[in-house]
């Protein structure tokens, strides 16, 4: 087996009223260096992650499964990882760490995965594909699973800056889903789809002033998780003094993000982070290519 490298970017689910739905693929990365190797071995370079035992590190069990599914045998590797998304920050982590798992199998058994099977993989893992595609295909991706069918649109073209608002707190997808709602009442439902349908709308359009006011807006999941987010009110109000479009919750939190006119990211990064010593306060680029593999 020749070595290769994989490269995956953090993302941002939701997206506001998007959820499960939508995501944005984040510059943040998680980057492997995967030889073959006598032993298993997973060494951690500058990263996020703890030093694990191979067959307790998500990773490896995420290429086993796979490599099972196919009826393969796993060759041994030394995986040498390198990662600045935060963990359990709404950055997509577990996500990366999944498509990551899935490329070890696909390269290390040759098993010719496409890029629809990496996302069903991975969404089957994952439970959603609001992460797990524009991890894999960057950009902004709105999908919708249909059946065993991931039907999705990539959108590239956001003229857009991203600022991010990292907590030092961690909060689990598992425990922020589960203050939510189990059903949804009729018209609530409605409500929040046409909030969706007009963010998207807007974004189609270039008209970022309207999709930020009505990502504001999200019936599906905000309302509950607000209180679990730290300075939820505050993050939202000084963006919008100083001219973000809007303010979000990204993915399950504790991380907000605001999407702000292009070209404004990085001043708009500086000013917040002086409201918000504590926090990691970052403008990022959209990742616009998703995984690579060399
Ligand atoms: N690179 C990695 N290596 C090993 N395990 C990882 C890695 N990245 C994520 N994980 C696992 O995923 C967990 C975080 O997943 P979780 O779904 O709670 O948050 P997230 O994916 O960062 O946020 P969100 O889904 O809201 O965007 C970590 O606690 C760890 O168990
Ligand atoms: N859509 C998911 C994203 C986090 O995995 C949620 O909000 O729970």
New binding site residues.
């Given amino acids: 087996m020749k070595p290769f490298w994989i490269n995956v970017p953090a ?3 939701n997206f506001g009223p998007g959820f499960d739905s939508m995501g944005l693929a984040l510059g943040l990365h ?1 980057t492997l260096e995967v030889t073959e190797s006598d032993e298993w071995v997973f060494e951690q370079l500058d ?3 703890p030093t ?1 035992y191979y067959e307790d ?3 490896y069990k995420i290429s086993k499964q796979v490599a099972d599914r196919h009826h393969k045998e796993l060759p041994a590797c030394r995986v040498v ?1 390198k ?1 600045n ?13 999944i498509l ?1 798992g899935i490329e070890i199998a696909n390269q290390a058994c040759r098993l010719g995965l496409s890029s629809e099977d990496k996302l069903r993989y991975g969404t089957e893992i994952e439970g959603h594909p609001d ?1 797990i595609a524009p991890a894999l295909f960057g950009g902004l991706v709105i999908s919708a699973t249909i059946e065993d069918v991931i039907e999705r649109i990539e959108l590239h073209a956001l003229d857009i800056d991203i600022v991010v608002y990292i907590p030092e707190v ?5 425990a ?1 889903r589960k203050i939510l709602p189990s059903s949804y009442p009729r018209s609530l439902a409605a409500a929040a789809s046409a909030v969706s349908n007009v963010v998207v709308a807007s974004l189609l359009k270039g008209d970022y002033k309207r999709a930020g006011k009505m990502m504001e807006h999200d019936l599906f999941h905000e309302p509950y998780r607000a209180a679990l987010i730290p300075n939820y009110e505050k993050i939202r109000k000084q963006a919008k003094e100083l001219s973000a479009y809007g303010t979000i919750i ?4 504790p991380t907000m993000l605001s999407i702000v006119p292009s070209g404004e990211g990085q001043a708009i990064a500086s000013k917040m982070q002086e409201v918000l010593p504590y926090y990691q306060v970052k403008a990022l680029a959209i990742d616009p290519t998703g995984m690579t593999v060399e």
């Fill in positions: 993302s941002s689910a998680l990263s996020t992650v694990i590190h998500f990773i990882e990662s998304i935060p963990l359990a920050r709404g950055l997509g982590s577990s996500a990366s760490a990551a992460n961690e909060l689990k997808t598992e922020s990204s993915g399950a939190g």
